[in-house]
């Protein structure tokens, strides 16, 4: 079984700052994605990167970017000119490789954004 | 395009009544997924489909949970009889093949009274 371990349960930062959220996982899987999922408080669940295990060059998707370390077994997300809408709670999820297969997701990490 | 919905948004209801809640996943996906989110558990899978069949229930909590997708386009999560500790946000997710992203619904927050 895979788990996912977000050490982190509450962060803060100030606006145009940047900040690393921390993510580890555990598997014996070969082939897997790594994503990273934000909810705001409308409790809406946005994909906001994703990672392939077989890649070795990092995700980035505008200001956000991944630090993936699969020999440590760690997926940090960094947030680079944070801004007031960044403020969510952010979860870390694996996937096996494979049709159709279940997202497991780590406990959340509360962001919240300073003016 | 249309993401995935779901509905009713809010429910609330005595214990004791059957509660269903609904999903229409984006069109073309062809896996379709139910999560229960709650501050103890976090999120975590009750069943998902693929190609209108379940594969996996291992994560349905009790007989009183049940789930069908009669078609491609439309599945239920059901409770019978409902119970307060049933109270959750419920999500819908739904992808398109191997290894694509799940797209979430914006969930169904159920208070069981």
């Known amino acids: 079984a895979q788990t996912v371990t977000q050490s982190q349960p509450e962060m803060s930062v100030q606006e145009a700052e940047t900040v690393t959220l921390s993510c580890t996982y555990d598997?014996?899987?070969?082939?897997?994605?790594l994503f990273w999922y934000k909810q705001p408080p409308s409790r809406q669940m946005i994909l906001v990167i994703r990672q392939e295990a077989y890649k070795q060059q990092n995700a980035t998707e505008n200001r956000f970017s991944v630090n993936f370390q699969k020999a440590a077994k760690s997926f940090s997300l960094k947030i680079s000119d944070s801004q007031l809408g960044d403020t969510a709670m952010y979860f870390c999820?694996?996937?096996?490789?494979?049709?159709?297969?279940?997202?497991?997701f780590g406990e959340g990490t509360q962001l919240t954004v300073n003016p | 395009d249309a993401g995935v919905i779901q509905s009713p948004r809010h429910e609330v209801t005595e214990m004791g009544q059957e509660v269903t809640l609904r999903c229409k996943p984006i069109s073309g996906h062809n896996s379709l997924f139910w999560y229960r989110q709650t501050m103890m558990r976090g999120l975590e899978l009750l069943i998902y489909f693929n190609n209108n069949v379940p594969i996996d229930d291992s994560g349905m909590p009790e007989d009183r949970f049940s789930a069908k997708m009669p078609n491609a386009s439309f599945s239920t999560l059901k409770i019978q009889p409902s119970e307060p500790r049933d109270s959750a946000v419920y999500f819908c997710?739904?992808?398109?093949?191997?290894?694509?992203?799940?797209?979430f619904g914006d969930g169904t927050r159920l208070s069981i009274l």
């Open positions: 997710a739904s992808t398109q093949g191997t290894s694509q992203p799940q797209h």
């Open positions: 598997t014996s899987e070969s082939n897997y994605y």
């Open positions: 999820a694996f996937m096996r490789g494979g049709s159709g297969s279940r997202l497991t």
